[in-house]
């Protein structure tokens, strides 16, 4: 047996042993799929395993997620930081070898994928990254940004629509250093893929812009090596669809039954027995192969780059530093002076947002991003013109309408490193990437999303328009930031908060309609805790009154009027749950406090996460269905969002309370 074939079949008996011994996991992928990654890995991926963090290693994405044991066991023989204990360990509480691969986990993971679809959606966004910061820094005979990003995946990528978003925006841009290397073995979990899948990948693919290219045995490492040779050199991005056997050499190759059950303890028995060895063991002539050929071939890739990057600095100096913050940029403390927003100012928070998003971005070389086809409604757009073809350094990415693929290419900007994506769209329409965004929270990653028409007041749209679910599903969703600023003070201070975040997302939600300005600088500041007091009461406290965004204003209005009808209410605004959530507890209770019966939330949604602050005796004025298609006053008027009905529902909520 040569040393590939040896090193192969190590790769197969550790991640079945690896499955068998958690007794969860999936045998299939890793028994039929271990030629490619082997192949790939000593053949052809740039990476040091001792400097996995490189910035010029070529990137590697598990789309497959659920192949994860396959990619555990060579990180693991490539001495990526794993040992025999994280192996034994697999999918166990604590350990570096989750179900999935993930990020922050695993050293060597360069993303935490397992949901179909998302993997080659973010793996367009490195490669993105790539074509930008190549074009920016890069000098003739220094090419410090030089790399591939791979991807690893199934039928079952191909067959989600996020994927088909991703796949035809890489097409389309030209994005020659993706390769994506599809694990072609015509079964799914269900049953055969034929039953499901009829589509003719030599024809689609190339119709999108896409080379293709096939490979008949993927156990037939010349024919695979010289495959990817081809892919590496093409101009456009590349998908290699290679035929494998799903379960290969095991007693449910080729069938479903492969796919994600254990194979027994006395089939994986058996196959160590063929193999030689005791369990979890490996010839040393598999590490030597892999020392050779990862480890010390990654060594001396590195160090002939760390050469050229010490000719770079000695050069270009300024380019040098720049790329080496671009990850912890700092802009300057005072960057919003140049923004003075009076008592007149009435505007759009999304018009607001927009003027300083441009501001930032001439701040900031890192910024990049745009909209869901939607720039001239949510004034989100990248600067210096359009990324395309023949223009890398343009930083307005037109996404088209592909919303969820634009949530997973900014995670995929993020996870390159050097980037600081920003995506925009309508709040309704989040519901078309919230699985990216879910992904962003998972990986900690600084990708900020900006939402506009963030309410009923959208008007004549009418209801398929109208948010009114979404600010609470966002708000439950963990490590997520939400920022909904009541006025244009509020929406400076947001975009400082974004800034300075580095190790979780935001969204920023902004009004379609005008507001005026109810804060000045020095107030709006307090937005950095989450929620505070806008306006206090006078005297005594016979009330607060809570709420977000533009109904802000109506809870001042009301405030107004209830003080001339003897009831001393404060007002409390709270842009950011997540934020008032980690003040102080004394902090908490100063602001809202537990001993005023009298709690009244206004906001246009379901606005659930006002209930933890209302107590007992507190009412909460929101909408609890959908909207309808009219005049945004009117629809105001119709719901109950006016100063005269505010008013009659705080009395009676004072008078309910007074009364026991």
Not at 228 to 257: M, Q
Not at 278 to 303: C, H, L, M, R
Not at 456 to 472: C, K, W
Request: charged letters at 20%; proline letters at 4%.
């Amino acid at each position: 047996m040569n040393k590939d074939k040896l090193a192969i079949e190590a790769l197969r008996i550790l991640s079945v042993e690896q499955i068998t011994r958690a007794n969860s996991g999936h045998p299939g992928i890793a028994l039929g799929a271990a030629p490619i990654l082997h192949t790939l890995y000593s053949k052809h991926l740039k990476v040091s395993p001792k400097h996995h963090q490189w910035i010029n290693r070529d990137r590697f994405v598990m789309a497959a997620g659920h192949g994860s044991a396959l990619l555990y066991a060579l990180l693991y023989l490539a001495d990526f930081g794993l040992d025999l204990d994280d192996l034994m360990q697999f999918r166990q509480f604590g350990s570096k070898t989750p179900g999935h691969p993930e990020v922050h986990i695993t050293p060597g993971v360069d993303a935490s994928s397992g949901p179909l679809g998302q993997g080659i959606a973010m793996a367009t966004g490195m490669a993105i990254g790539e074509e930008y910061l190549r074009a920016r820094f890069n000098r003739p005979e220094l090419p410090i940004i030089d790399h591939y990003t791979f991807v690893l995946c199934g039928d079952g990528d191909l067959q989600e629509g996020v994927t088909q978003e991703a796949m035809s925006l890489a097409g389309h841009l030209g994005l020659s250093k993706l390769i994506v290397l599809f694990d072609s073995n015509d079964i799914q979990l269900d049953g055969k893929v034929a039953n499901t899948n009829t589509e003719k990948a030599s024809d689609k693919y190339p119709a999108m812009g896409w080379d293709y290219l096939f490979v008949s045995n993927g156990e037939d490492l010349d024919e695979l090596s010289e495959a990817l040779g081809i892919a590496k050199k093409n101009s456009k991005p590349t998908i290699i669809e290679i035929k494998t056997i799903i379960g290969f050499n095991s007693s449910v190759a080729n069938t479903a039954k492969a796919h994600g059950s254990p194979l027994s303890q006395e089939e994986v028995q058996k196959m160590r027995a063929e193999f030689g060895g005791e369990a979890f063991s490996v010839p040393t002539e598999v590490w030597g192969y892999y020392q050779k050929n990862i480890v010390d071939s990654g060594k001396a890739q590195f160090e002939k780059w760390q050469q050229l990057w010490y000719r770079y600095q000695a050069e270009y100096p300024h380019e040098a530093q720049q790329l080496q913050n671009l990850d912890h940029w700092e802009i300057d403390e005072n960057w919003d002076r140049l923004f003075n927003f009076d008592e007149q100012y009435k505007k759009a928070t999304r018009a607001t947002s927009g003027e300083i998003l441009n501001h930032l971005q001439t701040l900031h070389p890192g910024l990049i991003g745009g909209s869901a086809d939607l720039s001239s409604s949510t004034k989100v757009k990248g600067i210096d013109g359009d990324f395309s073809k023949t223009k890398r350094l343009g930083r307005n990415l037109n996404f088209g309408v592909r919303e969820h693929a634009m949530g997973a290419i900014a995670n995929g900007l993020a996870l390159h490193g050097g980037i600081r994506p920003f995506v925009g769209g309508f709040f309704v329409f989040s519901d078309y990437l919230k699985p990216a965004m879910r992904l962003s929270s998972l990986m900690d990653l600084p990708v900020i999303y900006i939402f506009t028409h963030d309410s009923i007041a959208v008007g004549e749209d009418g209801p398929t328009h109208q948010p009114i679910e979404q600010l609470s599903q966002l708000r439950s969703t963990p490590h997520l930031n939400v920022i909904r600023p009541a006025d244009a003070n509020e929406t400076l201070v947001a975009w400082d908060v974004i800034m300075k975040t580095q190790n979780n997302p935001v969204a920023l939600i902004l009004t379609r309609q005008d507001v005026p300005n109810i804060t000045n600088k020095k107030l709006a500041n307090h937005l950095r805790q989450g929620a505070y007091v806008i306006s206090p009461e006078r005297k005594k406290l016979d009330g607060v009154f809570l709420a977000s965004g533009s109904e802000v204003k109506l809870a001042l209005d009301a405030q107004t009027e209830l003080y001339k009808d003897g009831l001393d209410v404060r007002v409390v605004s709270m842009p950011s749950f997540y934020l008032f959530e980690k003040a102080e507890q004394a902090y908490q209770e100063q602001v809202i406090p537990k001993d005023v019966k009298t709690k009244v939330a206004i906001e246009m949604s379901d606005a659930v996460h006002y209930y933890r602050y209302l107590g007992d005796n507190g009412l909460l004025i929101n909408i609890e269905t959908f909207g309808q298609s009219a005049p945004a006053g009117k629809l105001l008027s119709h719901y109950g969002f006016t100063v005269d009905n505010v008013v009659r529902l705080f009395k009676e909520c004072w008078q309910k309370n007074h009364s026991k």
